[in-house]
C-alpha cells in the first residue's frame, strides 16, 4: 500500500500559490514559466498573503496550548500549578478570541474587494454574512468565557482551579503561628493533609478538562478554517487573478 502525503490545509496551499505568483522564481525554470504574472495585482496579494498569515499566526498559536496545559509548568515552587494553569487558561481565551478577530476582518475585506467584480452581489453578500455568523457559532464556547471589555465585570475563573487556590490559601493561613495557640495541635495535620489532597485533586481535574477541551477545540477550529477558506478561495482567486499552481502545473494535492 502506497503512504498517502498528509493532507495539505487550505491556508497553506493558498499562501503557498500567493507566494509563488509574488515570486516565480521560487520554482524551477520550466514550471516558472508557466506562470502568468503579467497581469496580478502585487499590492492585493501582499495584503491577502499578510491577512492570511496572521490568521495562520493566530491559529498555529491555539495549536499549541494543549501542550501548554499538559507539561508547561514551572520547575520550582515560585509559583504554583495552579496558577500557572490558571495563566495558560486566560491566555488560551485571549488567544482564541484573537484567532475569531482575524477570520473576521479576512472576511470583511474578502466581501468587499469580491464585491467589485461580482456580479451577484447580493449572493456575496449572504455567503459571507454566513460566514461571520457561522465563525461566531463556531467560537462562541470559547467567547461567552470573556467579556466584551476586560475592564468590566468578573473574570472567568474555573471552579476546580477556584478550589485549588482556596485550599493552598487556607492551608498558608493555618501555617501562621498567630493561630497555634487557638488550633487543635492533633487535628491540624488531618486538616492540611486533606487540604493538601484537595488541592492536587482539583488542579487535576482541571487539568485533564483543559487538555480535552483544547483538542476538541484544535480539531473544530481547524477543520472549520480549512473549510472556510477552501470555499473563499474560488472567487478570491478570480478577484486577484491567479490560478491553483498545482492545478497550473498537473501536481496533485490531497486536500481535494
Not at 461580482?118 to 461566531?136: D, H, M
Not at 468565557?145 to 482551579?161: A, E, S, Y
Not at 487543635?184 to 489532597?197: G, S
Request: glycine share 6%; proline share 4%; net charge positive.
Amino acid at each position: 500500500m502506497e503512504n498517502q502525503k498528509p493532507k495539505i490545509h487550505a491556508i497553506d496551499e493558498i499562501l503557498g500559490d500567493l507566494a509563488v505568483y509574488e515570486n516565480p522564481n521560487l520554482l524551477f525554470e520550466q514550471y516558472s514559466e508557466q506562470i502568468d504574472t503579467s497581469g496580478i495585482n502585487k499590492i492585493a496579494l501582499t495584503k491577502y498573503g499578510g491577512l492570511l498569515s496572521n490568521i495562520r499566526y493566530a491559529w498555529q498559536k491555539t495549536l499549541k496550548y494543549k501542550k501548554y496545559f499538559e507539561d508547561f509548568y514551572p520547575p520550582i515552587a515560585k509559583v504554583e500549578n495552579f496558577e500557572a494553569l490558571n495563566h495558560h487558561i486566560h491566555a488560551y481565551l485571549q488567544d482564541m478570541d484573537i484567532l475569531k478577530n482575524k477570520i473576521e476582518v479576512f472576511l470583511g475585506e474578502a466581501k468587499h474587494d469580491i464585491k467589485k467584480i461580482a456580479t451577484n452581489k447580493k449572493e456575496i453578500e449572504e455567503f459571507f454574512q454566513a460566514g461571520v455568523e457561522k465563525t461566531k457559532k463556531v467560537f462562541a464556547g470559547i467567547s461567552k468565557h470573556r467579556n466584551p471589555h476586560t475592564h468590566k465585570g468578573m473574570r472567568f475563573f474555573d471552579g476546580d482551579l477556584l478550589k485549588a487556590e482556596n485550599a493552598h490559601h487556607t492551608k498558608e493561613i493555618l501555617k501562621n503561628p498567630v493561630f497555634d495557640g487557638a488550633l487543635n495541635p492533633q487535628a491540624k495535620p488531618e486538616f492540611i493533609a486533606k487540604l493538601d489532597t484537595q488541592k492536587e485533586e482539583s488542579f487535576n481535574a482541571a487539568k485533564k478538562r483543559w487538555i480535552g477541551i483544547a483538542i476538541k477545540n484544535d480539531a473544530q477550529t481547524s477543520g472549520y478554517l480549512d473549510g472556510l477558506l477552501n470555499g473563499v478561495r474560488p472567487s478570491l482567486y478570480k478577484f486577484l487573478e491567479i490560478e491553483p499552481i498545482t492545478e497550473i502545473l498537473g501536481l496533485q494535492t490531497k486536500n481535494r
